[in-house]
T-cell receptor
Framework: ELKVEQNPLFLSMQEGKNYTIYCNYS?????LYWYRQDPGKSLESLFV?????AVKQEGRLMASLDTKARLSTLHITAAVHDLSATYFC????????????FGTGTRLTIIP | ETGVTQTPRHLVMGMTNKKSLKCEQH?????MYWYKQSAKKPLELMFV???????ENNSVPSRFSPECPNSSHLFLHLHTLQPEDSALYLC?????????????FGSGTRLTVV
């Protein structure tokens, strides 16, 4: 059974600081996805990483994938308040069953 | 608007009621999903449909009954629910086994069972 773990679960950081959220998964996969969820809202797609070494950047967020280590990172640079949200990673099990397994989420709070 | 539309946005129902949640997408996707999101718990996959055939039922109680009449529409019929079923129910769609773009989620239905 595929397991996806994120850490930390909760993160408070000051504006202007840098930090990284980690996503580990338990079985072979080369496709990983990051989503953002604002309170009471749905999930918004941020990044799709489809191969080992893939790196994607959008604004202050950068995501990378290391399939050998079964690890993805979401790096936040010079955080701003608007980035406060819950971030989820999700992994495709590669079993061709069109199903993603989600991590537990990281609740990020940016403090002025 | 993501292209996946869920109705209603909010629903309050008694334990003896019967109601239905609706999800619609016109993105040309062939797979559709129901997820349950409860407070302090991970997203739980409930059902998967691919080309309107159910391919996964993740041990969901029979008081939840899905229906997928075509690749663009997905329903979740609810009856005799329990208070612990109160949650955000999310519908998603995808291109199916390629998943090169991941899922597109709807806005969700916030369900409260009283």
């Amino acid at each position: 059974e595929l397991k996806v773990e994120q850490n930390p679960l909760f993160l408070s950081m000051q504006e202007g600081k840098n930090y990284t959220i980690y996503c580990n998964y338990s079985t072979t996969s080369d496709r990983l996805y990051w989503y953002r969820q604002d309170p009471g809202k749905s999930l918004e797609s941020l990044f799709v990483l489809l191969s080992n070494g893939a790196v994607k950047q959008e604004g202050r967020l950068m995501a990378s994938l290391d399939t050998k280590a079964r690890l993805s990172t979401l790096h936040i640079t010079a955080a701003v308040h608007d980035l406060s949200a819950t971030y989820f990673c999700a992994v495709d099990s590669n079993f061709g069953n069109e199903k993603l397994t989600f991590g537990t989420g990281t609740r990020l709070t940016i403090i002025p | 608007e993501t292209g996946v539309t869920q109705t209603p946005r909010h629903l309050v129902m008694g334990m003896t009621n019967k109601k239905s949640l609706k999800c619609e997408q016109h993105l040309g996707h062939n797979a559709m999903y129901w997820y349950k999101q409860s407070a302090k718990k991970p997203l739980e996959l409930m059902f998967v449909y691919n080309f309107k055939e159910q391919t996964e039922n993740n041990s969901v109680p029979s008081r939840f009954s899905p229906e997928c009449p075509n690749s663009s529409h997905l329903f979740l019929h609810l009856h005799t629910l329990q208070p612990e079923d109160s949650a955000l129910y999310l519908c998603a769609s995808s291109l199916g086994d390629t998943l090169n773009y991941g899922y597109t989620f709807g806005s969700g239905t916030r369900l409260t069972v009283v």
